[in-house]
C-alpha cells in the first residue's frame, strides 16, 4: 500500500502565502517524481508543478515567479511554497507521485486532495 498525505490547504487573502506539503508512505522502492495538480469548480485538473527525484522543474505559466515546488527525497516529501496568491488560484491541490513498488512497478498515486481559497 502507499499513501500520499496532503496538508498546509486553507483560506488565505489575495496577495498572501501558503506552503504545501505532501508525504509518501508505504512500501516503496523508488519515486521518479512528485507533483501538484489543481482542480477548480467546473475546470479539469491541471499540472501546476513537477519536481523529479533528480531536481528537474516544470512549472505552468500561470504560477512561474510565484510558486515554488521543492522536494526531501529522503522524506518521500514534497512541497509547494505559493505566494502572491490571486483568487484565480483557488482550487483543490491534489499531490501526486510516480512510484515504484516490487507487487506493482510503477505507478501513479494521487492525494486526497487539499482546498487552498484565495478570498478577501
Known amino acids: 500500500q502507499v499513501q500520499l498525505v496532503e496538508s498546509g490547504g486553507g483560506l488565505v487573502q489575495p496577495g498572501g502565502s501558503l506552503r504545501l506539503s505532501c508525504a509518501a508512505s508505504?512500501?516503496?522502492?523508488?519515486?521518479?517524481?512528485m507533483g501538484w495538480y489543481r482542480q477548480a469548480p467546473g475546470k479539469e485538473r491541471e499540472l501546476v508543478a513537477d519536481?523529479?527525484?533528480?531536481?528537474?522543474?516544470k512549472n505552468v505559466d500561470s504560477v512561474q515567479g510565484r510558486f515554488t515546488i521543492s522536494a526531501d527525497n529522503a522524506k518521500k516529501e514534497v512541497y509547494l511554497q505559493m505566494n502572491s496568491l490571486k483568487p484565480e488560484d483557488t482550487a483543490v491541490y491534489y499531490c501526486?507521485?510516480?512510484?515504484?513498488?516490487?507487487?506493482?512497478?510503477?505507478?501513479?498515486?494521487w492525494g486526497q486532495g487539499t482546498q487552498v481559497t484565495v478570498s478577501s
Open positions: 501526486e507521485a510516480q512510484i515504484l513498488r516490487w507487487e506493482t512497478g510503477w505507478q501513479d498515486y
Open positions: 508505504g512500501s516503496i522502492v523508488s519515486i521518479s517524481h
Open positions: 519536481i523529479t527525484s533528480l531536481g528537474a522543474i
